[in-house]
Protein backbone atom coordinates (compact mmCIF):
# COMPACT_ATOMS: atom_id res chain seq x y z
CA UNK A 1 0.00 0.00 0.00
CA UNK A 2 1.51 3.33 -0.78
CA UNK A 3 2.18 5.48 2.33
CA UNK A 4 -0.12 8.46 3.22
CA UNK A 5 1.98 11.39 4.60
CA UNK A 6 0.56 14.70 4.47
CA UNK A 7 3.25 17.54 6.24
CA UNK A 8 1.75 20.00 8.93
CA UNK A 9 0.28 23.31 8.15
CA UNK A 10 -1.00 26.05 10.26
CA UNK A 11 -4.59 24.18 10.88
CA UNK A 12 -3.62 20.55 10.28
CA UNK A 13 -1.23 18.20 11.95
CA UNK A 14 1.28 16.02 10.65
CA UNK A 15 -0.13 12.50 9.42
CA UNK A 16 2.00 9.08 8.40
CA UNK A 17 0.53 6.11 7.72
CA UNK A 18 3.14 3.86 6.43
CA UNK A 19 2.73 -0.13 6.08
CA UNK A 20 5.51 -0.63 4.32
CA UNK A 21 8.11 1.16 7.36
CA UNK A 22 5.16 0.04 10.18
CA UNK A 23 4.83 3.81 11.06
CA UNK A 24 1.79 5.50 12.13
CA UNK A 25 1.67 8.95 13.34
CA UNK A 26 -0.30 11.91 13.60
CA UNK A 27 1.51 14.62 15.30
CA UNK A 28 1.01 18.81 16.19
CA UNK A 29 -1.89 20.52 16.02
CA UNK A 30 -5.44 19.95 14.48
CA UNK A 31 -8.42 22.92 13.75
CA UNK A 32 -9.31 22.80 10.32
CA UNK A 33 -12.86 24.42 10.23
CA UNK A 34 -14.08 20.77 8.16
CA UNK A 35 -11.86 17.92 9.64
CA UNK A 36 -13.53 15.61 7.29
CA UNK A 37 -11.84 17.47 4.60
CA UNK A 38 -8.23 16.49 6.07
CA UNK A 39 -8.87 12.92 7.96
CA UNK A 40 -11.48 11.33 4.87
CA UNK A 41 -8.34 10.48 3.02
CA UNK A 42 -7.11 8.91 6.44
CA UNK A 43 -10.17 7.03 7.38
CA UNK A 44 -10.10 5.80 3.59
CA UNK A 45 -6.58 4.32 3.75
CA UNK A 46 -7.55 2.86 7.12
CA UNK A 47 -10.15 1.08 5.58
CA UNK A 48 -8.42 -0.79 3.22
CA UNK A 49 -5.44 -1.30 5.63
CA UNK A 50 -7.47 -3.03 8.39
CA UNK A 51 -8.21 -6.05 5.89
CA UNK A 52 -4.42 -6.81 5.45
CA UNK A 53 -2.67 -4.70 8.52
CA UNK A 54 0.77 -5.90 9.78
CA UNK A 55 1.29 -7.84 12.33
CA UNK A 56 2.07 -5.61 15.08
CA UNK A 57 0.51 -2.03 14.43
CA UNK A 58 1.20 1.25 16.54
CA UNK A 59 -0.71 4.35 16.15
CA UNK A 60 1.37 7.37 17.54
CA UNK A 61 -0.57 10.49 18.41
CA UNK A 62 1.13 13.49 19.91
CA UNK A 63 -1.23 16.62 19.70
CA UNK A 64 -1.24 19.55 21.42
CA UNK A 65 -4.67 20.78 20.71
CA UNK A 66 -7.84 19.74 18.62
CA UNK A 67 -10.70 21.19 17.93
CA UNK A 68 -14.13 19.12 18.35
CA UNK A 69 -14.45 18.55 14.36
CA UNK A 70 -11.11 16.95 14.62
CA UNK A 71 -11.88 15.02 17.79
CA UNK A 72 -14.60 13.42 16.11
CA UNK A 73 -12.73 12.47 13.07
CA UNK A 74 -10.20 11.06 14.95
CA UNK A 75 -12.39 8.92 17.10
CA UNK A 76 -13.64 8.07 13.58
CA UNK A 77 -10.12 6.79 12.64
CA UNK A 78 -9.80 4.42 15.73
CA UNK A 79 -12.85 2.98 15.38
CA UNK A 80 -11.60 1.92 11.80
CA UNK A 81 -8.63 0.55 13.71
CA UNK A 82 -10.83 -1.13 16.21
CA UNK A 83 -11.25 -3.70 13.30
CA UNK A 84 -7.94 -4.82 13.35
CA UNK A 85 -8.94 -6.42 16.95
CA UNK A 86 -10.88 -9.31 15.43
CA UNK A 87 -8.10 -10.27 12.77
CA UNK A 88 -5.78 -11.17 15.29
CA UNK A 89 -3.45 -8.64 14.41
CA UNK A 90 -2.28 -6.63 16.94
CA UNK A 91 -3.40 -2.90 17.27
CA UNK A 92 -2.18 -0.23 19.91
CA UNK A 93 -2.91 3.56 20.10
CA UNK A 94 -0.16 5.46 22.32
CA UNK A 95 -1.56 8.59 23.09
CA UNK A 96 1.82 10.97 24.02
CA UNK A 97 1.06 14.18 26.36
CA UNK A 98 3.66 17.40 27.64
CA UNK A 99 4.23 17.49 31.28
CA UNK A 100 1.84 19.72 32.46
CA UNK A 101 -0.37 19.44 29.90
CA UNK A 102 -3.31 18.40 31.91
CA UNK A 103 -5.64 18.88 29.05
CA UNK A 104 -3.99 16.83 26.59
CA UNK A 105 -3.80 13.95 29.00
CA UNK A 106 -7.68 13.96 29.97
CA UNK A 107 -8.82 14.76 26.35
CA UNK A 108 -6.65 10.81 25.39
CA UNK A 109 -8.87 9.26 28.52
CA UNK A 110 -12.19 10.64 27.22
CA UNK A 111 -10.99 8.99 23.59
CA UNK A 112 -9.36 6.14 24.99
CA UNK A 113 -12.92 5.43 26.91
CA UNK A 114 -14.79 5.27 24.21
CA UNK A 115 -13.15 3.33 21.80
CA UNK A 116 -12.19 -0.55 22.76
CA UNK A 117 -8.50 -0.58 21.50
CA UNK A 118 -5.59 -1.20 23.45
CA UNK A 119 -4.26 2.28 23.93
CA UNK A 120 -1.84 3.32 26.16
CA UNK A 121 -1.66 7.22 27.50
CA UNK A 122 2.23 8.62 28.50
CA UNK A 123 3.65 11.68 29.00
CA UNK A 124 6.57 12.80 27.48
CA UNK B 1 -21.17 41.88 28.35
CA UNK B 2 -23.12 41.21 25.10
CA UNK B 3 -23.24 42.95 21.44
CA UNK B 4 -26.49 44.05 20.41
CA UNK B 5 -27.81 45.15 17.03
CA UNK B 6 -28.36 48.84 15.39
CA UNK B 7 -31.51 50.82 16.80
CA UNK B 8 -34.43 49.67 14.92
CA UNK B 9 -35.03 51.33 12.02
CA UNK B 10 -31.27 50.42 10.57
CA UNK B 11 -32.15 49.16 6.90
CA UNK B 12 -28.41 48.52 6.49
CA UNK B 13 -28.70 44.89 7.99
CA UNK B 14 -26.32 43.48 5.05
CA UNK B 15 -23.46 45.09 6.36
CA UNK B 16 -22.04 46.41 9.50
CA UNK B 17 -25.07 45.54 11.25
CA UNK B 18 -24.15 45.87 14.88
CA UNK B 19 -22.07 48.53 17.04
CA UNK B 20 -20.14 48.65 20.38
CA UNK B 21 -23.04 49.67 22.29
CA UNK B 22 -22.29 51.81 25.35
CA UNK B 23 -21.83 49.18 28.00
CA UNK B 24 -19.14 47.79 25.37
CA UNK B 25 -17.40 50.85 25.25
CA UNK B 26 -16.95 51.56 28.91
CA UNK B 27 -15.82 47.79 29.52
CA UNK B 28 -13.09 48.56 26.75
CA UNK B 29 -11.93 51.47 28.63
CA UNK B 30 -12.22 50.23 31.99
CA UNK B 31 -11.26 46.94 32.11
CA UNK B 32 -8.52 44.72 30.20
CA UNK B 33 -10.11 44.26 26.40
CA UNK B 34 -7.39 42.21 24.81
CA UNK B 35 -8.85 41.84 21.26
CA UNK B 36 -11.57 43.23 19.09
CA UNK B 37 -12.46 41.71 15.87
CA UNK B 38 -15.77 43.03 13.61
CA UNK B 39 -15.76 41.65 9.90
CA UNK B 40 -15.62 38.88 7.80
CA UNK B 41 -15.30 35.60 9.45
CA UNK B 42 -13.94 32.37 7.25
CA UNK B 43 -10.93 29.88 8.08
CA UNK B 44 -8.55 32.62 6.55
CA UNK B 45 -9.40 35.07 9.12
CA UNK B 46 -9.80 33.17 12.04
CA UNK B 47 -6.79 31.43 12.09
CA UNK B 48 -4.56 34.37 11.97
CA UNK B 49 -7.08 35.70 14.80
CA UNK B 50 -6.24 32.78 16.71
CA UNK B 51 -2.29 33.27 16.23
CA UNK B 52 -2.31 36.35 17.53
CA UNK B 53 -4.48 35.51 21.07
CA UNK B 54 -2.57 32.21 21.24
CA UNK B 55 0.79 34.44 21.39
CA UNK B 56 -0.85 37.10 23.41
CA UNK B 57 -1.97 34.50 26.14
CA UNK B 58 1.83 32.98 26.43
CA UNK B 59 2.95 36.51 27.76
CA UNK B 60 0.25 36.56 29.68
CA UNK B 61 -1.28 33.69 31.62
CA UNK B 62 1.02 31.57 33.10
CA UNK B 63 -1.30 28.64 33.63
CA UNK B 64 -1.18 26.22 30.71
CA UNK B 65 -4.83 24.72 31.37
CA UNK B 66 -6.28 28.41 31.41
CA UNK B 67 -4.54 29.34 27.96
CA UNK B 68 -5.53 26.07 26.34
CA UNK B 69 -9.13 26.42 27.52
CA UNK B 70 -9.31 30.18 26.50
CA UNK B 71 -7.67 28.68 23.18
CA UNK B 72 -9.98 26.23 22.71
CA UNK B 73 -13.44 28.45 23.27
CA UNK B 74 -11.93 30.28 20.88
CA UNK B 75 -11.34 28.24 18.24
CA UNK B 76 -15.32 26.87 18.36
CA UNK B 77 -16.87 30.06 19.30
CA UNK B 78 -14.89 31.46 15.63
CA UNK B 79 -15.31 28.96 13.77
CA UNK B 80 -19.04 28.02 14.87
CA UNK B 81 -19.67 31.47 13.02
CA UNK B 82 -17.45 30.67 10.08
CA UNK B 83 -19.42 27.80 10.12
CA UNK B 84 -23.35 28.76 10.56
CA UNK B 85 -23.36 32.88 9.85
CA UNK B 86 -25.71 33.81 7.58
CA UNK B 87 -23.86 34.96 4.48
CA UNK B 88 -24.31 38.24 3.13
CA UNK B 89 -24.62 39.51 -0.44
CA UNK B 90 -21.09 40.17 -0.57
CA UNK B 91 -20.44 36.38 -0.01
CA UNK B 92 -19.25 37.18 3.99
CA UNK B 93 -20.12 35.83 7.31
CA UNK B 94 -20.28 39.06 9.35
CA UNK B 95 -19.40 38.99 13.30
CA UNK B 96 -17.59 40.39 15.79
CA UNK B 97 -16.39 39.34 18.90
CA UNK B 98 -14.10 39.97 21.60
CA UNK B 99 -11.77 38.87 24.37
CA UNK B 100 -10.55 40.40 27.73
CA UNK B 101 -10.19 39.94 31.02
CA UNK B 102 -12.51 41.02 33.86
CA UNK B 103 -12.64 39.76 37.49
CA UNK B 104 -14.48 36.81 37.62
CA UNK B 105 -12.28 35.64 34.72
CA UNK B 106 -11.43 35.82 30.78
CA UNK B 107 -14.57 36.82 28.71
CA UNK B 108 -15.11 35.57 25.33
CA UNK B 109 -18.27 37.66 23.74
CA UNK B 110 -18.94 37.21 19.43
CA UNK B 111 -22.20 38.11 17.67
CA UNK B 112 -23.27 37.00 14.58
CA UNK B 113 -26.43 36.81 12.31
CA UNK B 114 -27.76 33.71 11.33
CA UNK B 115 -30.83 32.53 9.79
CA UNK B 116 -33.95 32.82 11.55
CA UNK B 117 -35.14 28.91 11.58
CA UNK B 118 -31.20 28.40 12.55
CA UNK B 119 -32.06 30.36 15.70
CA UNK B 120 -34.38 28.30 16.93
CA UNK B 121 -32.93 25.53 17.11
CA UNK B 122 -29.75 26.81 18.36
CA UNK B 123 -31.27 28.45 20.75
CA UNK B 124 -33.22 25.00 22.44
CA UNK B 125 -29.97 23.20 21.86
CA UNK B 126 -28.39 25.79 23.90
CA UNK B 127 -30.97 25.96 27.19
CA UNK B 128 -30.93 22.18 27.16
CA UNK B 129 -26.89 22.28 27.90
CA UNK B 130 -27.20 24.91 29.92
CA UNK B 131 -29.43 22.96 32.48
CA UNK B 132 -26.89 20.13 32.58
CA UNK B 133 -24.16 19.31 35.22
CA UNK B 134 -20.46 19.00 34.11
CA UNK B 135 -20.87 15.29 34.43
CA UNK B 136 -24.06 15.27 32.13
CA UNK B 137 -21.65 17.35 29.99
CA UNK B 138 -19.57 14.75 29.85
CA UNK B 139 -21.56 12.36 29.23
CA UNK B 140 -22.93 14.10 26.32
CA UNK B 141 -20.12 14.83 24.69
CA UNK B 142 -18.26 11.08 24.66
CA UNK B 143 -21.93 10.02 23.54
CA UNK B 144 -21.39 12.64 20.42
CA UNK B 145 -18.05 11.95 20.03
CA UNK B 146 -18.52 8.06 18.53
CA UNK B 147 -21.25 9.38 15.77
CA UNK B 148 -19.72 10.22 12.79
CA UNK B 149 -18.71 13.36 10.79
CA UNK B 150 -21.24 14.97 9.33
CA UNK B 151 -24.41 13.28 11.45
CA UNK B 152 -26.85 15.61 13.10
CA UNK B 153 -25.97 15.38 16.51
CA UNK B 154 -28.02 16.42 18.98
CA UNK B 155 -25.84 19.40 20.55
CA UNK B 156 -22.63 20.07 18.58
CA UNK B 157 -19.42 19.04 20.38
CA UNK B 158 -17.67 22.33 19.95
CA UNK B 159 -20.85 23.79 21.74
CA UNK B 160 -20.52 21.34 24.62
CA UNK B 161 -16.75 21.63 24.80
CA UNK B 162 -17.67 25.73 25.20
CA UNK B 163 -19.92 24.72 28.35
CA UNK B 164 -17.42 22.55 29.39
CA UNK B 165 -14.46 24.86 29.56
CA UNK B 166 -16.21 27.90 30.88
CA UNK B 167 -17.97 25.88 33.87
CA UNK B 168 -21.28 26.50 32.32
CA UNK B 169 -20.92 29.74 32.20
CA UNK B 170 -22.32 30.87 29.45
CA UNK B 171 -24.92 33.53 28.52
CA UNK B 172 -26.74 33.83 25.10
CA UNK B 173 -29.11 36.12 23.48
CA UNK B 174 -31.38 36.00 20.09
CA UNK B 175 -32.80 39.45 18.79
CA UNK B 176 -34.69 39.65 15.55
CA UNK B 177 -33.31 41.88 12.99
CA UNK B 178 -36.08 40.90 10.14
CA UNK B 179 -38.15 38.02 9.09
CA UNK B 180 -35.15 36.00 7.33
CA UNK B 181 -32.36 36.61 10.38
CA UNK B 182 -31.51 37.12 13.65
CA UNK B 183 -28.50 38.47 15.64
CA UNK B 184 -27.22 35.94 18.05
CA UNK B 185 -24.79 36.77 20.97
CA UNK B 186 -22.77 34.82 23.17
CA UNK B 187 -20.80 35.56 26.23
CA UNK B 188 -18.99 32.96 27.85
CA UNK B 189 -16.38 33.72 30.91
CA UNK B 190 -13.81 31.32 31.33
Known amino acids: MKKLE ?52 ELVMNLDYFNSSSARNIVE ?31 GEEIQSVVELPFEIKMI | MRMKVKQEGDTNVEFAPFSVDKEIHSQFIHQNMLMLYKGNFS ?23 LQKKIFNVLVEVLQNISKHGHINDREQKFGMFMIGKADAGYFVSAGNLIKNEHAEKLSAKLSALAKLEVGELNALYKKSLRKPHGTKSGAGLGLIDIYRDSNSRVEFDFSKVNEQQSFYSIAITI
Not at chain 1, 78 to 98: A, D, F
Request: charged letters at 25%.
Open chain 2, 43 to 65: QNTVVPLLHMMEENMHGMIDELV
Open chain 1, 77 to 107: MLLILEKITETGNVIKVTWLYKEDDDVMKGR
Open chain 1, 6 to 57: LANTEDTPYLLLDKDNNKFEISGRSLPEDAFGFYGAAHEWLESYVDDANANT
